[in-house]
């Protein structure tokens, strides 16, 4: 019992840095420019009400790294695992919860090419703390 309680607050954790992680790419990318370069919409805030949710819900998706799926190749693994919050926030948070329609594209075109590369930065940190602290992962 007390291994599993281990493993699902290692994932928890490695998830929730691949949160942060997320977050900060792509507020880099507001920064720099890359957002308006490919003409997406979205302009974040790095503040404490727009990192909490994005840092539990990073978590949250981080526990399906307890699935057996090529652990061997922990990077290959993030990228994979990284497609579950990407087809959840293209194919339901933006058409639904935040009425931008599908996959984004109110946002802009390349909406749906930000969202997955941001992802991407979330399942490679997650994957790359997880390789660093459990060998078992």
């Not at 309680?5 to 880099?28: E, P, Q, V």
């Not at 003409?39 to 790095?46: A, D, E, G, M």
């Not at 930065?121 to 703390?129: M, R, Y």
């Amino acid at each position: 019992m007390s291994q599993w309680l281990r493993k699902i607050s290692l994932y928890f954790a490695a998830g929730s840095l691949g949160g942060l992680a997320n977050s900060i790419a792509l507020w880099l990318c507001a920064i720099y420019g890359i957002n308006a370069a490919l003409q997406v919409n979205i302009h974040p805030r790095l503040t404490p009400g727009w990192l909490y949710p994005r840092i539990v819900w990073g978590g949250l998706w981080g526990l399906i790294f307890l699935l057996p799926l090529v652990k061997s190749r922990f990077v290959l693994r993030g990228l994979i695992l990284s497609l579950g919050p990407t087809i959840v926030q293209l194919f339901y948070i933006f058409p639904t919860v935040q009425h931008n329609g599908m996959l984004g594209l109110k946002l802009g075109m390349l909406t749906p090419v930000l969202v997955i590369v941001v992802n991407a930065v979330w399942g490679v940190a997650a994957a790359l703390w997880l390789r660093l602290l459990d060998r078992s992962a």
